[in-house]
T-cell receptor, first 112, second 117 residues
């Protein structure tokens, strides 16, 4: 079953603008991850944030986590056409199992 | 990062046939692998957990007799879709974690697109 709800489901912005995607989840977690998927391809791991962290940066990516609200956000700054992809958040089940539960995803389109 | 491969990348078969998909960890050992299914424009749904040396664990609603999983070695898991039907057409993706504990980074294969005619 799907744990996460992501919004927006689709986002279209101009190149150079910032893109923000949000993810909510239902159960307690140990960590939350963000993945990118280009059309018809496998997933690429972007960033992992642990439950005791509030913010994490990696290049043009900024991830926040609010465990009290059970939500996370992914910010991509200075977007590029190559950032066009679907973005998914994924959480563990909080009980030590390694399997991941994915959100519904956000389809991001960067217009040149 | 670690590499996970899948074979084949694309398969088209007739209804009623069985299709085997392989998932390999190329540069690390994986006692556990995961199989996901993804329908067009939807998210990944976990189907089952493949365990080396023991039976797979299936998620609720996934038919174990239809989706046979064999974790033959520490680097290979196979998913066999038996008696495939058009509704089984989907994108199948495997993943493998590289470490245990609470750090749960997983590496995903490139996926296999199955089309059942």
């Amino acid at each position: 079953s799907q744990q996460g709800e992501e919004d927006p489901q689709a986002l279209s912005i101009q190149e150079g603008e910032n893109a923000t995607m949000n993810c909510s989840y239902k159960t307690s977690i140990n960590n939350l991850q963000w993945y990118r998927q280009n059309s018809g391809r496998g997933l690429v791991h972007l960033i992992l944030i642990r439950s005791n962290e509030r913010e994490k940066h990696s290049g043009r990516l900024r991830v926040t986590l609010d465990t009290s609200k059970k939500s996370s956000s992914l910010l991509i700054t200075a977007s590029r056409a190559a950032d066009t992809a679907s973005y998914f958040c994924a959480t563990d089940d909080g009980q030590g199992a390694q399997k991941l539960v994915f959100g519904q995803g956000t389809r991001l389109t960067i217009n040149p | 990062g670690a590499v996970v491969s899948q074979h084949p990348s694309r398969v088209i078969c007739k209804s009623g046939t069985s299709v085997k998909i392989e998932c390999r960890s190329l540069d690390f050992q994986a006692t556990t692998m995961f199989w996901y299914r993804q329908f067009p424009k939807q998210s990944l749904m976990l189907m089952a957990t493949s365990n080396e040396g023991s039976k797979a664990t299936y998620e609720q609603g996934v038919e174990k007799d239809k989706f046979l999983i064999n974790h033959a070695s520490l680097t290979l898991s196979t998913l066999t879709v038996t008696s495939a039907h058009p509704e089984d057409s989907s994108f199948y993706i495997c993943s493998a974690p590289t470490s245990g504990g609470t750090y749960n980074e997983q590496f995903f294969g490139p996926g296999t697109r199955l089309t059942v005619l």
